[in-house]
């Protein structure tokens, strides 16, 4: 056998994909094509006949910078087979693993943390802004108007000074007072009237013998005005403190019932079927399915219940009361101090927004499994 084996001449605009390459090694022959573009003529050595050196000067050899790389060799005097890949170094040398992140990783996820956090920001910032913004701009009317004469000064005072007399009042302890004595009564007629409506809510859209036996009465009362009986329960009850809570209790019911019964008699009937084809019992159906699927209904009721605790409330305050900010609104009128009953006003407001936020938090706490968009 010969000992060198040379392959046939390759012309030179050939690419690399129609070359066939031959090595052989002793007595095994293994033929195969090569990758890349090559030019010039392909020889092959056997028999430990000494293989050429890849060096960067030459062309058709190796770079150094990019392992597995061959370059085009215009003389064709280069080498045509692909060379061995090496493996990546860090600085020290040390061959990179694939799963430990290098100091470009971990610059590059710097970078993409500190972007998204900078991202969020400005939209929590512009979300700021867009909600704050019709408000910011109502406090700018309302004190420009006064002081150009627009509206008169003495019934509607910029709002700096309706601010100072807020804190004046804050200050004397009048203000913390007021306040105190109405979330009292405020807080313990919405509560009473949770604890009531909803489970009879639940009852009269769950089971149609209730509904049928009470419906009659239910429709009687709730078209009747809680403002008109208001004189009814002081006549019964008297000018104390439990007038006015059973008159907020009466007042915040109905929103609660109502949303109740309708948030249990409008569950997909889908779901009740599929939990019955799973073999539920009533009480895990109702557990399981029916309540959770009613929830936000009956929060509905429950934040339209306490915006009514607040207004009716200050219908009770303002009739044989003495502390509360019902009062405090009225008697400033009677003594024609007139910033202290805006800051009265201003400080209903804030309680009444106060009482949504807590209630959507808690709705939110008790929605869990919806998907929000």
Request: hydrophobic share 45%.
């Amino acid at each position: 056998m010969a000992d060198a084996l040379t392959t046939s001449e390759v012309p030179r605009t050939a690419t690399a994909s129609q070359i066939p390459t031959t090595t052989t090694t002793g007595t095994t022959t293994t033929t195969g094509t090569t990758t890349g573009t090559t030019t010039g003529t392909a020889t092959g050595t056997a028999h430990g006949a000494p293989a050429r050196s890849a060096s960067a000067d030459r062309p058709g050899t190796l770079t150094a910078d990019r392992p597995g790389a061959v370059t085009a060799d215009p003389a064709g005097t280069g080498p045509a087979s692909a060379p061995p890949v090496l493996p990546a170094t860090g600085n020290g040398g040390e061959p990179v693993r694939g799963d430990v992140p290098t100091a470009e990783d971990r610059a590059t996820n710097f970078f993409r943390v500190t972007g998204a956090a900078r991202t969020s920001a400005v939209s929590w910032l512009g979300l700021l802004l867009r909600r704050t913004s019709a408000v910011a701009l109502l406090a700018g009317i309302w004190e420009v108007l006064p002081r150009i004469g627009v509206v008169d000064a003495v019934f509607v005072p910029p709002l700096s000074q309706v601010l100072v007399a807020w804190y004046d009042l804050l200050v004397s302890g009048q203000l913390v007072d007021h306040f105190q004595a109405s979330l009292i009564r405020s807080v313990s007629g919405f509560g009473l009237a949770i604890l009531a409506a909803v489970p009879l809510g639940l009852a009269i859209g769950r089971y149609r013998p209730v509904a049928d036996f009470l419906s009659p009465v239910l429709e009687l009362f709730r078209n009747t005005s809680a403002v008109a009986l208001l004189p009814v329960f002081i006549l019964v009850l008297g000018l104390g403190e439990p007038s006015k809570i059973i008159f907020v209790f009466y007042a915040c019911s109905w929103p609660i019932l109502l949303n109740t019964v309708s948030g249990v008699r409008t569950v997909e009937p889908l779901l009740i079927k599929s939990a019955r084809s799973m073999g539920l019992s009533p009480l895990r159906l109702f557990q399981k399915v029916i309540l959770p699927a009613s929830v936000p209904t009956i929060f509905t009721g429950i934040r339209l219940a306490g915006a009514t605790s607040i207004l009716v409330l200050l219908f009770a305050e303002m009739v044989g009361a003495k502390a509360g900010l019902g009062y405090l609104v009225q008697d400033s009128q009677f003594s024609f101090r007139i910033p202290d009953m805006y800051a009265g006003i201003i400080t209903i407001s804030a309680l009444g927004l106060l009482f949504n936020l807590l209630l959507l938090a808690v709705e939110r706490r008790f929605s869990t499994w919806r998907t929000t968009s």
